[in-house]
């Protein structure tokens, strides 16, 4: 009763301050969650936005196979890539989430489950030719400070 209590209260002052603004509120029962506007009600308690973390559209994707890698960090540094750093040889931006490959075809989607967890990388840039016919993933920072710390792991990688 105690927690349905401070519940109502809650609503009861969160209605003032809407009706003040005309807007109007929609409230969950008190074990359940909903987002509205900058205000966020859970479990009966109110919280800002910024204090919950963002609600995740999670779905699964079933990898076709996995595959042992050998993974490292790259930047968009001249000195590691070719005269236009900042494009992929799919002709896109680099960006979080790219990769380079040259044993995987572009546009291969894949995790690094130990890594990285659920986390999607593209194979949208290729590695120096040295490369070729081995099983070496090399995934793009925006530093190359942050590459290096990164550094070489050896994974399995799930190829979706």
């Known amino acids: ?38 205000i966020i009600v859970a479990d009966g308690a109110v919280m800002a936005r910024s204090s919950f ?32 750093p900042y494009i992929t040889a799919s002709g896109t931006f680099v960006r979080n989430g790219v990769a380079a490959s040259n044993f995987l075809p572009l546009g291969t989607k894949f995790r690094i489950p130990e890594i990285y ?18 099983s070496w993933v090399d995934i793009w920072f925006d530093s190359k400070a942050k590459a290096k710390v990164f550094g070489k792991k050896s994974a399995e990688i799930e190829i979706l």
Do not use: C, H, W
């Open 117 to 134: 967890d659920d986390n999607v990388f593209v194979i949208e840039d290729r590695m120096n030719a040295r490369y070729d016919g081995k």
């Open 53 to 84: 973390p963002e609600p995740q559209n999670f779905y699964y994707i079933k990898p076709k196979k996995t595959v042992s890698v050998v993974v490292t960090g790259y930047s968009s540094s001249v000195d590691e890539t070719d005269d236009t």
């Open 1 to 38: 009763m105690g927690k349905r209590f401070v519940f109502l209260s809650s609503l009861a002052a969160l209605n003032l301050i809407f009706a003040a603004r005309d807007v109007s509120l929609a409230i969950p029962g008190p074990n359940s969650f909903n987002s509205v506007g900058n």
